[in-house]
């Protein structure tokens, strides 16, 4: 295996004082990488600032979408809800927290069947079933609010 040696060579400069002066030019590469490296780093440096920054709006935008989408589902009068696989509650709009009763953001987690109640819950099981299924399924059913209202 070879390696590389490290050669010196020795340069004079006259300087202005009128004196000559020898200067060797050993470590020469090593200063040229130090500065590329340094250069590289504050190149990496500045990148990562920019993308931080960008990462930051573009998560600010998605957070104020969902604040619209929230507003506009809110106001639709229906209910709207998104249940998981596991029946967990990922989302609902404010005529579903009306209905059922439940603080606007107290439903999200919560399992179908504590949502709905016992008796709402196996009403509505089947066509829960079918969906989980992948199988389309309609549902019609009158459920009275909470309070007991219709």
């Not at 070879?2 to 020795?10: D, F, P």
């Not at 040229?32 to 935008?61: G, I, K, M, N, P």
């Not at 229906?78 to 404010?94: K, M, P, V």
């Not at 999200?108 to 079933?129: F, I, N, Q, S, T």
Request: glycine content about 8%; some cysteine; aromatic content about 6%.
């Amino acid at each position: 295996m070879r390696h590389a040696q490290a050669r010196t060579a020795t340069i004079t400069l006259h300087h202005l004082s009128g004196r000559w002066r020898a200067f060797g030019l050993a470590g020469l590469r090593e200063r040229a990488e130090s500065r590329a490296r340094a250069e590289a780093e504050s190149a990496l440096a500045d990148y990562r600032a920019q993308l931080e920054s960008l990462v930051a709006t573009r998560t600010e935008e998605l957070r104020q979408r969902e604040r619209d989408l929230q507003a506009i589902l809110d106001n639709v009068p229906a209910l709207i809800g998104y249940w998981d696989r596991d029946l967990r509650n990922r989302f609902a709009n404010q005529a579903y927290h009306d209905w059922l009763g439940i603080p606007a953001g107290g439903m999200h987690g919560m399992h179908k069947r504590e949502a709905l109640g016992p008796m709402r819950y196996e009403r509505v099981r089947a066509a829960v079933d079918t969906a989980l299924h992948g199988e389309p399924g309609l549902i019609e059913n009158e459920f009275p609010h909470a309070d007991g209202s219709c």
